[in-house]
């Protein structure tokens, strides 16, 4: 089954960094833009950062503009989102998820998703 996987989510403190990564060990990712998603307990599912197919389009939520930058490594078929100044509010379970030719327009159809990695800031 076609799918994609994230990795590196953990505990650190405040003002810590986490770099997750994204990738698919079935198919490139390519021709794919990816966009990064994170749900706290309680509260819905909310998107927080894209990358183009191409990597020379991406954008951020106000809530990590500064803070977390999105990258895409095409020889590894991975996606990157380097967090830096973590805070507690960063606290959630972090999705990555794949729309074909996807050039971060806004959308709510996605072709594929992970299964998230949980990410807790917390001293």
């Known amino acids: 089954q076609w799918q994609l996987v994230e990795s590196g989510g953990g505990l650190v403190q405040p003002g810590g960094s986490l770099r997750l990564s994204c990738t698919a060990s079935l198919f490139s990712l390519d021709y794919y833009g990816i966009g990064w998603f994170r749900q706290a307990p309680g509260k819905e599912r909310e998107p927080i950062s894209c990358i183009s197919k191409s990597g020379s389009n991406t954008n951020y939520a106000d809530s990590v503009k500064g803070r977390f930058t999105v990258s895409r490594d095409y020889s590894k078929n991975t996606i990157y989102l380097q967090m830096d100044s973590l805070e507690p509010e960063d606290t959630a379970v972090y999705y990555c998820?794949?729309?074909?030719?996807?050039?971060?327009?806004?959308?709510?159809?996605?072709?594929?998703w992970g299964q998230g990695t949980q990410v807790t800031i917390s001293s």
């Open positions: 998820a794949a729309r074909f030719r996807w050039d971060c327009t806004p959308t709510e159809s996605y072709d594929y």
